[in-house]
Protein backbone atom coordinates (compact mmCIF):
# COMPACT_ATOMS: atom_id res chain seq x y z
CA UNK A 1 0.00 0.00 0.00
CA UNK A 2 1.51 3.30 -1.29
CA UNK A 3 1.40 6.70 0.79
CA UNK A 4 -1.71 8.43 -1.43
CA UNK A 5 -4.09 5.28 -0.39
CA UNK A 6 -3.31 5.18 3.21
CA UNK A 7 -3.00 9.00 4.34
CA UNK A 8 -6.43 8.85 2.48
CA UNK A 9 -7.68 6.07 4.65
CA UNK A 10 -6.14 7.34 7.77
CA UNK A 11 -7.37 11.06 7.31
CA UNK A 12 -10.76 9.75 6.77
CA UNK A 13 -11.50 7.47 9.01
CA UNK A 14 -9.46 9.76 11.68
CA UNK A 15 -11.84 12.73 10.56
CA UNK A 16 -14.98 9.60 10.83
CA UNK A 17 -14.15 8.51 14.36
CA UNK A 18 -13.62 12.23 15.79
CA UNK A 19 -16.44 13.38 14.47
CA UNK A 20 -19.21 10.55 15.75
CA UNK A 21 -17.42 10.80 18.90
CA UNK A 22 -17.95 14.15 18.89
CA UNK A 23 -21.87 13.94 18.04
CA UNK A 24 -21.58 11.31 20.85
CA UNK A 25 -21.18 13.98 23.49
CA UNK A 26 -23.39 16.86 21.38
CA UNK A 27 -26.05 14.62 20.29
CA UNK A 28 -29.49 15.53 22.50
CA UNK A 29 -31.00 12.46 21.67
CA UNK A 30 -29.71 8.77 23.29
CA UNK A 31 -30.01 6.61 20.02
CA UNK A 32 -28.70 9.02 18.25
CA UNK A 33 -25.83 8.91 20.34
CA UNK A 34 -25.54 5.61 20.41
CA UNK A 35 -25.77 5.52 16.77
CA UNK A 36 -22.97 8.00 16.31
CA UNK A 37 -20.95 5.89 19.21
CA UNK A 38 -21.12 2.94 16.59
CA UNK A 39 -19.80 4.85 13.49
CA UNK A 40 -17.01 5.97 16.09
CA UNK A 41 -16.81 2.08 17.04
CA UNK A 42 -16.36 1.28 13.05
CA UNK A 43 -14.32 4.25 12.55
CA UNK A 44 -11.65 2.80 15.47
CA UNK A 45 -11.88 -0.33 13.33
CA UNK A 46 -10.93 1.12 10.08
CA UNK A 47 -8.05 2.63 12.06
CA UNK A 48 -6.98 -0.99 12.83
CA UNK A 49 -6.96 -1.96 9.47
CA UNK A 50 -4.91 0.73 8.59
CA UNK A 51 -1.87 -0.91 10.96
CA UNK A 52 -2.48 -4.16 9.57
CA UNK A 53 -3.76 -5.77 12.90
CA UNK A 54 -7.08 -7.13 10.78
CA UNK A 55 -7.84 -9.21 14.01
CA UNK A 56 -8.09 -6.70 16.48
CA UNK A 57 -10.24 -4.83 13.51
CA UNK A 58 -12.71 -8.05 13.59
CA UNK A 59 -12.77 -8.38 17.01
CA UNK A 60 -13.29 -4.33 17.38
CA UNK A 61 -16.86 -4.76 15.46
CA UNK A 62 -17.60 -8.00 16.69
CA UNK A 63 -17.24 -6.89 19.98
CA UNK A 64 -18.06 -3.25 20.10
CA UNK A 65 -20.16 -2.97 17.91
CA UNK A 66 -21.99 -6.51 17.91
CA UNK A 67 -22.44 -6.68 21.20
CA UNK A 68 -22.15 -4.14 23.72
CA UNK A 69 -23.76 -1.12 21.29
CA UNK A 70 -26.33 -4.07 20.94
CA UNK A 71 -26.81 -4.38 24.74
CA UNK A 72 -26.31 -0.19 24.86
CA UNK A 73 -29.67 0.13 22.66
CA UNK A 74 -31.28 -2.80 24.26
CA UNK A 75 -30.46 -1.23 27.53
CA UNK A 76 -31.97 2.35 26.76
CA UNK A 77 -35.07 0.63 25.36
CA UNK A 78 -35.77 -1.40 28.36
CA UNK A 79 -35.38 1.65 30.58
CA UNK A 80 -38.33 3.71 30.02
CA UNK A 81 -37.12 7.02 30.19
CA UNK A 82 -33.92 7.02 29.52
CA UNK A 83 -34.77 6.22 25.83
CA UNK A 84 -35.28 9.75 24.60
CA UNK A 85 -33.26 12.72 26.46
CA UNK A 86 -29.60 13.00 26.66
CA UNK A 87 -29.86 15.66 29.09
CA UNK A 88 -27.31 17.43 31.68
CA UNK A 89 -26.14 16.06 34.36
CA UNK A 90 -23.95 16.90 37.46
CA UNK A 91 -20.75 15.08 36.31
CA UNK A 92 -20.06 17.71 33.69
CA UNK A 93 -17.17 19.31 35.92
CA UNK A 94 -15.45 15.28 36.69
CA UNK A 95 -15.74 14.68 33.36
CA UNK A 96 -13.88 17.90 31.61
CA UNK A 97 -10.83 17.37 34.36
CA UNK A 98 -10.92 13.07 33.12
CA UNK A 99 -10.75 14.17 29.77
CA UNK A 100 -7.76 16.81 30.48
CA UNK A 101 -6.11 14.05 32.02
CA UNK A 102 -6.28 11.60 29.56
CA UNK A 103 -5.63 13.58 26.93
CA UNK A 104 -2.21 14.88 28.84
CA UNK A 105 -1.47 11.17 29.42
CA UNK A 106 -2.05 10.33 25.73
CA UNK A 107 0.14 13.71 24.32
CA UNK A 108 2.46 12.55 26.85
CA UNK A 109 3.16 8.93 26.07
CA UNK A 110 2.99 10.08 22.39
CA UNK A 111 5.51 12.45 23.08
CA UNK A 112 8.27 9.96 25.12
CA UNK A 113 7.83 7.49 22.93
CA UNK A 114 10.46 6.27 20.11
CA UNK A 115 8.26 5.34 17.35
CA UNK A 116 11.18 4.73 14.94
CA UNK A 117 12.16 1.60 16.76
CA UNK A 118 8.77 -0.03 16.25
CA UNK A 119 8.74 -2.39 13.89
CA UNK A 120 7.13 -1.85 10.68
CA UNK A 121 6.27 -4.91 8.84
CA UNK A 122 2.60 -6.44 9.53
CA UNK A 123 2.78 -10.12 11.12
CA UNK A 124 1.21 -12.71 10.47
CA UNK A 125 -1.60 -15.05 11.27
CA UNK A 126 -2.32 -12.91 13.80
CA UNK A 127 -4.75 -14.82 15.43
CA UNK A 128 -2.21 -18.21 16.32
CA UNK A 129 0.20 -15.54 17.94
CA UNK A 130 -2.45 -13.54 20.32
CA UNK A 131 -3.97 -17.03 21.05
CA UNK A 132 -0.90 -18.48 22.17
CA UNK A 133 0.48 -15.65 24.12
CA UNK A 134 -2.80 -15.91 25.64
CA UNK A 135 -2.49 -18.89 26.71
CA UNK A 136 1.33 -19.20 27.82
CA UNK A 137 2.74 -15.77 28.93
CA UNK A 138 -0.57 -14.01 30.04
CA UNK A 139 -2.56 -17.08 31.31
CA UNK A 140 -2.84 -15.90 34.84
CA UNK A 141 -5.00 -12.81 33.54
CA UNK A 142 -6.84 -14.81 31.08
CA UNK A 143 -7.80 -16.84 33.77
CA UNK A 144 -8.60 -14.00 35.94
CA UNK A 145 -10.69 -12.38 33.12
CA UNK A 146 -12.47 -15.44 32.61
CA UNK A 147 -13.65 -15.64 36.52
CA UNK A 148 -14.33 -12.20 36.40
CA UNK A 149 -16.77 -12.90 33.58
CA UNK A 150 -18.41 -15.93 35.11
CA UNK A 151 -18.49 -14.23 38.29
CA UNK A 152 -20.31 -11.24 36.66
CA UNK A 153 -22.53 -13.56 34.27
CA UNK A 154 -23.43 -15.54 37.76
CA UNK A 155 -24.32 -12.48 39.58
CA UNK A 156 -26.73 -10.77 36.20
CA UNK A 157 -28.54 -14.55 36.91
CA UNK A 158 -28.96 -14.21 40.57
CA UNK A 159 -30.35 -10.22 40.26
CA UNK A 160 -32.72 -11.00 37.23
CA UNK A 161 -34.13 -14.34 38.43
CA UNK A 162 -37.53 -14.54 39.80
CA UNK A 163 -38.06 -17.22 42.61
CA UNK A 164 -41.28 -18.86 42.35
CA UNK A 165 -41.02 -19.78 45.79
CA UNK A 166 -40.50 -15.56 46.79
CA UNK A 167 -44.13 -14.12 46.25
CA UNK A 168 -44.23 -13.85 42.64
CA UNK A 169 -47.72 -14.14 41.67
CA UNK A 170 -47.90 -16.64 39.14
CA UNK A 171 -51.32 -17.15 37.90
CA UNK A 172 -51.03 -21.03 37.89
CA UNK A 173 -49.71 -21.36 40.75
CA UNK A 174 -52.23 -19.08 42.39
CA UNK A 175 -54.42 -21.82 40.42
CA UNK A 176 -53.23 -24.70 42.13
CA UNK A 177 -53.01 -23.03 45.73
CA UNK A 178 -56.51 -22.50 45.35
CA UNK A 179 -55.74 -18.66 46.52
CA UNK A 180 -58.01 -17.53 43.25
CA UNK A 181 -60.64 -20.01 40.92
CA UNK A 182 -60.46 -20.02 37.38
CA UNK A 183 -64.00 -18.28 37.33
CA UNK A 184 -62.55 -14.88 38.30
CA UNK A 185 -62.13 -13.11 35.15
CA UNK A 186 -58.65 -13.37 33.52
CA UNK A 187 -57.62 -10.21 33.28
CA UNK A 188 -57.00 -10.38 37.12
CA UNK A 189 -53.97 -12.54 35.89
CA UNK A 190 -50.74 -11.40 35.97
CA UNK A 191 -49.25 -12.71 32.88
CA UNK A 192 -45.77 -12.28 33.74
CA UNK A 193 -42.94 -14.45 34.39
CA UNK A 194 -43.62 -15.69 30.87
CA UNK A 195 -40.65 -18.02 30.30
CA UNK A 196 -38.09 -17.00 27.86
CA UNK A 197 -39.82 -13.82 26.78
CA UNK A 198 -37.55 -11.22 29.11
CA UNK A 199 -34.55 -11.68 28.24
CA UNK B 1 -5.17 -27.16 -7.19
CA UNK B 2 -5.47 -25.16 -10.98
CA UNK B 3 -2.39 -23.39 -11.74
CA UNK B 4 -2.87 -20.10 -12.35
CA UNK B 5 -4.83 -19.10 -15.21
CA UNK B 6 -5.04 -17.02 -18.22
CA UNK B 7 -6.60 -14.11 -18.30
CA UNK B 8 -9.40 -15.89 -20.87
CA UNK B 9 -9.78 -19.32 -18.49
CA UNK B 10 -13.08 -19.18 -17.53
CA UNK B 11 -12.08 -21.49 -14.46
CA UNK B 12 -10.64 -18.67 -12.97
CA UNK B 13 -11.85 -15.75 -13.43
CA UNK B 14 -9.40 -14.07 -11.37
CA UNK B 15 -6.83 -14.15 -14.15
CA UNK B 16 -9.17 -11.46 -15.62
CA UNK B 17 -9.03 -9.21 -12.61
CA UNK B 18 -5.36 -9.39 -12.79
CA UNK B 19 -5.34 -8.74 -16.76
CA UNK B 20 -6.84 -5.57 -16.47
CA UNK B 21 -4.98 -4.27 -12.95
CA UNK B 22 -1.92 -5.15 -14.54
CA UNK B 23 -2.65 -2.41 -17.12
CA UNK B 24 -2.42 0.24 -14.43
CA UNK B 25 1.25 1.80 -12.64
CA UNK B 26 -0.61 3.26 -9.84
CA UNK B 27 -0.22 0.59 -7.33
CA UNK B 28 -3.34 2.14 -4.82
CA UNK B 29 -5.01 2.37 -8.07
CA UNK B 30 -4.28 -1.02 -8.85
CA UNK B 31 -5.42 -1.93 -5.79
CA UNK B 32 -8.31 -0.19 -6.26
CA UNK B 33 -9.86 -1.49 -9.25
CA UNK B 34 -9.02 -4.71 -8.06
CA UNK B 35 -10.99 -4.61 -5.06
CA UNK B 36 -14.11 -2.90 -7.30
CA UNK B 37 -13.81 -4.90 -9.65
CA UNK B 38 -14.12 -7.92 -7.07
CA UNK B 39 -17.24 -6.12 -5.60
CA UNK B 40 -18.78 -6.14 -9.60
CA UNK B 41 -17.97 -9.34 -9.84
CA UNK B 42 -19.94 -9.96 -6.71
CA UNK B 43 -22.81 -7.65 -7.54
CA UNK B 44 -23.37 -9.19 -10.94
CA UNK B 45 -23.95 -12.48 -9.92
CA UNK B 46 -25.36 -12.06 -6.61
CA UNK B 47 -28.15 -9.11 -8.47
CA UNK B 48 -29.76 -11.59 -11.09
CA UNK B 49 -29.68 -14.35 -8.59
CA UNK B 50 -31.95 -12.13 -6.45
CA UNK B 51 -34.49 -12.06 -8.88
CA UNK B 52 -34.15 -15.38 -9.73
CA UNK B 53 -34.29 -16.67 -5.97
CA UNK B 54 -37.82 -14.93 -5.28
CA UNK B 55 -39.46 -16.62 -8.24
CA UNK B 56 -37.47 -19.80 -6.99
CA UNK B 57 -38.68 -19.44 -3.45
CA UNK B 58 -42.35 -18.27 -4.22
CA UNK B 59 -42.63 -21.25 -7.15
CA UNK B 60 -41.22 -23.87 -4.30
CA UNK B 61 -43.32 -22.89 -1.33
CA UNK B 62 -46.38 -22.60 -3.44
CA UNK B 63 -45.77 -26.48 -4.74
CA UNK B 64 -45.32 -27.32 -1.33
CA UNK B 65 -48.67 -25.63 -0.32
CA UNK B 66 -50.13 -27.08 -3.32
CA UNK B 67 -51.03 -24.20 -5.32
CA UNK B 68 -49.23 -22.85 -8.28
CA UNK B 69 -47.64 -19.71 -7.12
CA UNK B 70 -47.12 -17.30 -9.85
CA UNK B 71 -47.61 -17.91 -12.87
CA UNK B 72 -49.31 -14.93 -15.24
CA UNK B 73 -46.70 -12.39 -15.83
CA UNK B 74 -44.25 -13.88 -18.14
CA UNK B 75 -43.77 -18.05 -18.88
CA UNK B 76 -44.28 -20.01 -15.76
CA UNK B 77 -44.34 -16.41 -14.44
CA UNK B 78 -40.91 -15.63 -14.36
CA UNK B 79 -40.96 -12.38 -14.81
CA UNK B 80 -43.42 -11.94 -11.87
CA UNK B 81 -39.88 -10.74 -9.65
CA UNK B 82 -39.33 -7.99 -12.11
CA UNK B 83 -43.24 -6.38 -11.88
CA UNK B 84 -42.97 -6.52 -8.53
CA UNK B 85 -39.81 -4.37 -7.97
CA UNK B 86 -40.63 -2.17 -10.36
CA UNK B 87 -44.18 -2.03 -8.28
CA UNK B 88 -42.05 -1.50 -5.31
CA UNK B 89 -39.82 1.47 -6.78
CA UNK B 90 -42.98 3.30 -8.28
CA UNK B 91 -44.90 3.25 -4.49
CA UNK B 92 -45.14 5.76 -1.73
CA UNK B 93 -43.14 6.01 0.31
CA UNK B 94 -44.54 7.03 3.46
CA UNK B 95 -42.79 8.11 6.81
CA UNK B 96 -45.28 8.20 10.00
CA UNK B 97 -45.19 11.72 11.49
CA UNK B 98 -44.20 10.60 15.23
CA UNK B 99 -41.30 8.52 13.59
CA UNK B 100 -37.35 9.48 14.23
CA UNK B 101 -36.48 11.98 11.28
CA UNK B 102 -33.34 10.76 10.53
CA UNK B 103 -33.01 7.50 12.24
CA UNK B 104 -35.82 6.19 10.33
CA UNK B 105 -34.32 6.59 6.66
CA UNK B 106 -30.73 4.91 7.93
CA UNK B 107 -32.22 1.17 7.91
CA UNK B 108 -32.42 0.41 4.58
CA UNK B 109 -29.29 1.39 3.88
CA UNK B 110 -28.00 0.59 6.80
CA UNK B 111 -29.29 -3.33 6.49
CA UNK B 112 -27.27 -3.69 2.75
CA UNK B 113 -23.98 -2.68 4.07
CA UNK B 114 -23.44 -6.20 5.84
CA UNK B 115 -25.78 -8.06 3.24
CA UNK B 116 -22.78 -7.09 0.59
CA UNK B 117 -19.42 -7.32 2.95
CA UNK B 118 -20.26 -10.80 3.49
CA UNK B 119 -19.54 -11.84 0.21
CA UNK B 120 -16.37 -10.32 0.46
CA UNK B 121 -14.67 -13.74 1.78
CA UNK B 122 -17.03 -16.03 0.01
CA UNK B 123 -13.96 -18.80 -1.71
CA UNK B 124 -15.72 -18.88 -5.31
CA UNK B 125 -12.26 -20.28 -6.30
CA UNK B 126 -9.12 -21.24 -5.66
CA UNK B 127 -8.30 -17.41 -6.26
CA UNK B 128 -11.51 -15.62 -6.45
CA UNK B 129 -12.21 -14.32 -3.33
CA UNK B 130 -12.39 -10.62 -3.26
CA UNK B 131 -10.58 -10.52 0.34
CA UNK B 132 -8.59 -14.01 1.43
CA UNK B 133 -8.37 -12.95 4.90
CA UNK B 134 -6.67 -14.54 7.39
CA UNK B 135 -9.62 -14.87 10.04
CA UNK B 136 -12.15 -14.90 7.26
CA UNK B 137 -14.36 -16.73 10.00
CA UNK B 138 -14.54 -13.88 12.27
CA UNK B 139 -15.10 -11.14 9.35
CA UNK B 140 -18.31 -13.57 8.93
CA UNK B 141 -19.41 -13.50 12.75
CA UNK B 142 -18.53 -9.76 12.79
CA UNK B 143 -19.87 -8.21 9.93
CA UNK B 144 -23.36 -10.67 10.18
CA UNK B 145 -23.56 -9.12 13.78
CA UNK B 146 -23.98 -5.31 13.04
CA UNK B 147 -27.04 -6.23 10.37
CA UNK B 148 -29.02 -6.74 14.23
CA UNK B 149 -28.04 -2.56 14.66
CA UNK B 150 -30.04 -1.65 11.44
CA UNK B 151 -33.19 -3.95 12.51
CA UNK B 152 -32.90 -2.23 15.78
CA UNK B 153 -32.99 1.46 15.03
CA UNK B 154 -35.91 0.69 12.28
CA UNK B 155 -37.75 -1.02 14.58
CA UNK B 156 -37.26 2.20 17.31
CA UNK B 157 -37.43 4.87 14.95
CA UNK B 158 -40.77 3.70 13.55
CA UNK B 159 -42.30 4.55 16.78
CA UNK B 160 -44.56 1.97 16.24
CA UNK B 161 -45.01 -0.54 19.33
CA UNK B 162 -45.53 -3.27 16.45
CA UNK B 163 -42.37 -2.88 14.95
CA UNK B 164 -40.60 -2.52 18.32
CA UNK B 165 -41.81 -5.71 19.87
CA UNK B 166 -40.28 -6.93 16.57
CA UNK B 167 -37.20 -5.18 17.05
CA UNK B 168 -36.98 -6.36 20.81
CA UNK B 169 -37.46 -10.09 19.55
CA UNK B 170 -34.78 -9.83 16.98
CA UNK B 171 -32.53 -8.89 19.06
CA UNK B 172 -33.11 -10.86 22.20
CA UNK B 173 -33.05 -13.62 19.43
CA UNK B 174 -29.70 -13.00 18.10
CA UNK B 175 -28.02 -12.24 21.06
CA UNK B 176 -29.14 -15.86 21.99
CA UNK B 177 -28.23 -17.21 18.31
CA UNK B 178 -24.85 -15.85 17.95
CA UNK B 179 -23.55 -18.47 20.87
CA UNK B 180 -24.39 -21.60 19.26
CA UNK B 181 -23.66 -20.13 15.46
CA UNK B 182 -19.91 -19.39 17.23
CA UNK B 183 -19.47 -22.49 18.80
CA UNK B 184 -20.53 -24.54 15.58
CA UNK B 185 -17.39 -22.37 13.93
CA UNK B 186 -15.29 -22.66 16.47
CA UNK B 187 -15.36 -26.11 16.04
CA UNK B 188 -15.06 -26.54 12.18
CA UNK B 189 -12.15 -23.74 13.02
CA UNK B 190 -10.73 -26.40 15.41
CA UNK B 191 -11.07 -29.13 13.25
CA UNK B 192 -9.79 -27.45 10.45
CA UNK B 193 -7.04 -25.47 12.04
CA UNK B 194 -7.46 -22.47 10.49
CA UNK B 195 -9.99 -19.15 9.84
CA UNK B 196 -9.53 -18.69 6.66
CA UNK B 197 -12.43 -19.96 4.67
CA UNK B 198 -10.46 -20.68 1.45
CA UNK B 199 -8.46 -22.60 4.10
CA UNK B 200 -10.67 -24.67 5.08
CA UNK B 201 -11.97 -25.56 1.83
CA UNK B 202 -8.84 -26.89 1.11
CA UNK B 203 -8.87 -28.69 3.94
CA UNK B 204 -11.54 -30.82 2.98
CA UNK B 205 -9.71 -31.04 -0.03
CA UNK B 206 -6.68 -32.76 1.03
CA UNK B 207 -8.77 -35.02 3.59
CA UNK B 208 -10.82 -35.88 0.90
CA UNK B 209 -13.88 -35.40 2.88
CA UNK B 210 -16.94 -32.89 3.09
CA UNK B 211 -17.29 -31.51 7.02
CA UNK B 212 -20.67 -32.08 7.31
CA UNK B 213 -20.16 -36.15 7.53
CA UNK B 214 -17.22 -35.53 10.16
CA UNK B 215 -19.26 -32.92 12.41
CA UNK B 216 -23.14 -33.76 11.36
CA UNK B 217 -24.36 -32.01 14.79
CA UNK B 218 -22.35 -29.17 14.03
CA UNK B 219 -23.86 -28.50 10.73
CA UNK B 220 -27.34 -28.53 11.85
CA UNK B 221 -26.78 -26.04 14.61
CA UNK B 222 -25.29 -23.71 12.42
CA UNK B 223 -28.15 -24.45 9.86
CA UNK B 224 -30.66 -23.60 12.65
CA UNK B 225 -28.90 -20.55 14.01
CA UNK B 226 -28.37 -19.10 10.75
CA UNK B 227 -31.98 -19.85 10.49
CA UNK B 228 -33.09 -17.87 13.24
CA UNK B 229 -30.14 -15.01 12.44
CA UNK B 230 -31.84 -14.81 8.90
CA UNK B 231 -35.29 -14.29 10.34
CA UNK B 232 -36.72 -17.06 8.29
CA UNK B 233 -40.25 -18.99 8.71
CA UNK B 234 -39.26 -21.47 11.19
CA UNK B 235 -38.07 -18.53 13.56
CA UNK B 236 -39.63 -15.85 12.12
CA UNK B 237 -41.55 -14.33 15.38
CA UNK B 238 -39.46 -11.00 14.62
CA UNK B 239 -42.00 -10.50 11.88
CA UNK B 240 -44.68 -12.80 12.66
CA UNK B 241 -47.95 -11.48 10.68
CA UNK B 242 -50.41 -13.34 13.09
CA UNK B 243 -49.11 -11.21 15.99
CA UNK B 244 -47.21 -8.28 15.58
CA UNK B 245 -48.12 -7.14 11.79
CA UNK B 246 -44.62 -7.20 10.17
CA UNK B 247 -42.19 -6.69 13.00
CA UNK B 248 -39.63 -4.61 12.26
CA UNK B 249 -40.66 -3.51 9.23
CA UNK B 250 -44.36 -2.57 9.41
CA UNK B 251 -43.51 1.05 8.87
CA UNK B 252 -41.79 0.38 5.53
CA UNK B 253 -43.38 1.22 2.57
CA UNK B 254 -42.24 0.97 -1.26
CA UNK B 255 -38.56 0.12 -2.22
CA UNK B 256 -37.74 0.62 1.61
CA UNK B 257 -39.70 -2.69 2.38
CA UNK B 258 -38.32 -4.37 -1.13
CA UNK B 259 -34.74 -3.28 0.13
CA UNK B 260 -35.54 -4.94 3.86
CA UNK B 261 -36.77 -8.27 1.44
CA UNK B 262 -33.84 -8.38 -0.77
CA UNK B 263 -31.47 -8.24 2.79
CA UNK B 264 -32.88 -11.34 3.54
CA UNK B 265 -32.92 -13.15 0.46
CA UNK B 266 -29.13 -11.93 -0.10
CA UNK B 267 -28.65 -12.81 3.30
CA UNK B 268 -30.09 -16.31 3.03
CA UNK B 269 -28.39 -16.92 -0.52
CA UNK B 270 -24.82 -15.88 1.76
CA UNK B 271 -25.53 -18.18 4.38
CA UNK B 272 -25.93 -20.86 2.00
CA UNK B 273 -23.03 -20.19 0.84
CA UNK B 274 -20.89 -20.40 3.77
CA UNK B 275 -23.06 -23.76 4.65
CA UNK B 276 -21.74 -25.12 1.36
CA UNK B 277 -18.41 -24.07 2.20
CA UNK B 278 -17.73 -24.69 5.44
CA UNK B 279 -19.89 -28.33 5.18
CA UNK B 280 -19.58 -29.23 1.61
CA UNK B 281 -16.40 -28.36 0.28
CA UNK B 282 -16.96 -25.11 -1.12
CA UNK B 283 -15.88 -24.97 -4.67
CA UNK B 284 -14.34 -27.89 -4.41
CA UNK B 285 -15.76 -31.45 -5.72
CA UNK B 286 -13.69 -34.58 -6.25
CA UNK B 287 -11.54 -33.06 -9.00
CA UNK B 288 -14.66 -32.03 -10.91
CA UNK B 289 -13.44 -27.99 -10.06
CA UNK B 290 -10.22 -28.96 -12.58
CA UNK B 291 -12.49 -29.38 -15.25
CA UNK B 292 -16.04 -26.92 -14.45
CA UNK B 293 -15.07 -23.64 -12.88
CA UNK B 294 -15.33 -24.02 -9.38
CA UNK B 295 -17.58 -21.06 -8.72
CA UNK B 296 -20.03 -22.99 -10.38
CA UNK B 297 -19.85 -25.65 -8.61
CA UNK B 298 -20.18 -23.64 -5.63
CA UNK B 299 -23.17 -21.72 -6.81
CA UNK B 300 -24.59 -25.41 -6.92
CA UNK B 301 -23.75 -26.27 -4.05
CA UNK B 302 -25.31 -23.45 -2.64
CA UNK B 303 -28.43 -23.32 -4.25
CA UNK B 304 -28.87 -26.79 -2.84
CA UNK B 305 -28.68 -25.42 0.85
CA UNK B 306 -30.84 -22.76 -0.48
CA UNK B 307 -33.51 -25.73 -1.42
CA UNK B 308 -33.53 -26.89 2.05
CA UNK B 309 -33.88 -22.82 3.62
CA UNK B 310 -36.94 -23.02 1.46
CA UNK B 311 -38.14 -26.63 2.40
CA UNK B 312 -37.62 -25.86 5.65
CA UNK B 313 -39.71 -22.56 5.73
CA UNK B 314 -42.37 -24.25 3.56
CA UNK B 315 -43.28 -27.54 6.34
CA UNK B 316 -41.99 -26.12 9.76
CA UNK B 317 -44.85 -24.07 11.67
CA UNK B 318 -43.50 -21.28 13.44
CA UNK B 319 -41.98 -21.74 17.18
CA UNK B 320 -43.44 -19.70 19.87
CA UNK B 321 -40.45 -17.43 21.88
CA UNK B 322 -40.09 -19.64 24.72
CA UNK B 323 -39.36 -22.92 21.90
CA UNK B 324 -37.08 -21.22 20.42
CA UNK B 325 -35.09 -20.22 23.38
CA UNK B 326 -35.39 -22.96 25.22
CA UNK B 327 -33.83 -25.01 22.39
CA UNK B 328 -31.03 -22.89 21.60
CA UNK B 329 -30.21 -22.54 25.65
CA UNK B 330 -30.83 -25.84 26.77
CA UNK B 331 -30.01 -28.03 23.70
CA UNK B 332 -27.67 -25.86 20.81
CA UNK B 333 -25.69 -24.46 23.69
CA UNK B 334 -24.68 -27.73 25.91
CA UNK B 335 -24.47 -29.94 22.82
CA UNK B 336 -22.16 -27.14 20.98
CA UNK B 337 -19.84 -27.14 23.96
CA UNK B 338 -19.87 -31.28 23.72
CA UNK B 339 -18.96 -30.97 20.40
CA UNK B 340 -16.29 -28.35 20.77
CA UNK B 341 -14.83 -30.71 23.42
CA UNK B 342 -14.83 -33.90 21.57
CA UNK B 343 -13.28 -31.41 17.97
CA UNK B 344 -10.37 -30.44 20.29
CA UNK B 345 -9.79 -33.65 21.25
CA UNK B 346 -9.77 -35.01 18.20
CA UNK B 347 -7.64 -32.60 16.86
CA UNK B 348 -5.32 -33.32 19.72
CA UNK B 349 -5.07 -36.95 18.92
CA UNK B 350 -4.28 -37.19 15.36
CA UNK B 351 -1.32 -33.84 15.54
CA UNK B 352 -0.04 -35.79 18.92
CA UNK B 353 0.13 -39.42 17.75
CA UNK B 354 1.07 -38.98 14.04
CA UNK B 355 -2.19 -40.90 12.95
CA UNK B 356 -3.06 -42.02 9.55
CA UNK B 357 -5.77 -39.40 8.82
CA UNK B 358 -7.64 -41.43 6.28
CA UNK B 359 -8.44 -43.94 8.59
CA UNK B 360 -8.34 -41.82 11.55
CA UNK B 361 -11.06 -39.29 10.11
CA UNK B 362 -13.63 -41.75 9.32
CA UNK B 363 -13.36 -43.24 13.04
CA UNK B 364 -13.95 -39.51 14.68
CA UNK B 365 -16.56 -39.47 11.98
CA UNK B 366 -18.51 -42.00 13.01
CA UNK B 367 -17.52 -41.76 17.31
CA UNK B 368 -19.35 -37.81 16.49
CA UNK B 369 -22.11 -39.43 14.35
CA UNK B 370 -23.15 -41.07 17.54
CA UNK B 371 -22.34 -38.61 20.00
CA UNK B 372 -24.89 -36.87 17.73
CA UNK B 373 -27.67 -39.77 18.23
CA UNK B 374 -26.89 -39.86 21.93
CA UNK B 375 -27.41 -36.02 22.17
CA UNK B 376 -30.85 -36.04 20.72
CA UNK B 377 -31.92 -39.04 22.06
CA UNK B 378 -30.76 -37.77 25.71
CA UNK B 379 -32.36 -33.89 25.28
CA UNK B 380 -35.57 -35.75 23.86
CA UNK B 381 -35.69 -37.97 27.02
CA UNK B 382 -34.85 -35.18 29.82
CA UNK B 383 -36.17 -31.99 28.11
CA UNK B 384 -38.47 -32.84 24.95
CA UNK B 385 -41.58 -34.69 26.27
CA UNK B 386 -41.28 -33.32 29.81
CA UNK B 387 -41.91 -30.07 28.46
CA UNK B 388 -44.91 -31.65 26.70
CA UNK B 389 -45.99 -32.96 29.41
CA UNK B 390 -46.07 -30.61 32.16
CA UNK B 391 -45.89 -27.21 30.90
CA UNK B 392 -44.60 -25.09 33.93
CA UNK B 393 -46.54 -22.29 32.95
CA UNK B 394 -49.43 -22.55 31.57
CA UNK B 395 -51.48 -19.66 31.19
CA UNK B 396 -53.85 -20.27 28.07
CA UNK B 397 -54.18 -24.13 28.91
CA UNK B 398 -56.04 -23.39 32.11
CA UNK B 399 -59.05 -21.15 33.66
CA UNK B 400 -61.13 -18.85 31.34
CA UNK B 401 -58.05 -16.90 29.48
CA UNK B 402 -58.82 -17.99 25.96
CA UNK B 403 -59.02 -20.83 23.24
CA UNK B 404 -61.31 -24.51 23.29
CA UNK B 405 -60.67 -25.19 26.99
CA UNK B 406 -62.54 -21.78 28.27
CA UNK B 407 -65.32 -22.32 25.98
CA UNK B 408 -65.46 -26.03 27.50
CA UNK B 409 -65.44 -24.45 30.90
CA UNK B 410 -67.71 -21.85 30.01
CA UNK B 411 -69.99 -24.71 28.80
CA UNK B 412 -70.04 -26.88 31.67
CA UNK B 413 -70.55 -23.68 33.72
CA UNK B 414 -74.20 -22.95 32.36
CA UNK B 415 -75.44 -26.88 32.59
CA UNK B 416 -74.12 -26.62 36.60
CA UNK B 417 -72.31 -28.93 36.20
CA UNK B 418 -68.28 -28.54 38.03
CA UNK B 419 -65.68 -26.75 36.19
CA UNK B 420 -63.10 -28.75 34.83
CA UNK B 421 -60.46 -27.80 38.31
CA UNK B 422 -56.65 -27.35 36.34
CA UNK B 423 -57.75 -28.38 33.14
CA UNK B 424 -54.11 -28.71 31.48
CA UNK B 425 -52.93 -32.42 31.03
Request: hydrophobic share 55%; aromatic share 10%.
Amino acid sequence: MSDVGFHLAFWSLSAITIGAALMVVVSRNLIHAVVFLILSFIGVAGLYLTLSAEFIAVVQILIYVGAIAVLMLFAIMLTPRAGRDNSETGMRLPALVLMGLIIAAGTFIGLETDWGSMRGEAIDNQARIIGESLINEFVLPFEVAAVLLTAALVGAIALAREDPEDGSLHYASLLEEGLISPDEPSDAAPLSGTPGGGD
Amino acid sequence: MIPLAKWYDLRDLSGLSEEITGWIGADWLASLVSGLLGALGVLAVVGPTLLILIWVERKVIARFQQRYGPNRVGPKGLVQPVADALKLVLKEELRPRAADKYLFLLPPVLIFLPALLIWGVVPFGPNMQVADLNVGVLYLLAVSSTGVIAIFIAGWSSNNKYALFGAMRVVAMSISYEVPMVLALLTVVFFTGTMSLNGIVEWQQSEDLFLVLMLPMTAFMFFFSATAELNRTPLDISEAESEIVAGYHTEYSGMRFGLFYAVELLNTLAISAFIATFFLGGWWLWGLDEWVPPWIILLAKTGGVYFIFIWTRGTLPRLRIDQMMHFCWKFLVPVGLVFLVAAAVERTLLLENNWDASIALPVFGIINAGLTVVAVVTWAKLSGTESQKLPSNAIMARGRVGGLRAAQAIRVDELGAEPVAGGGD
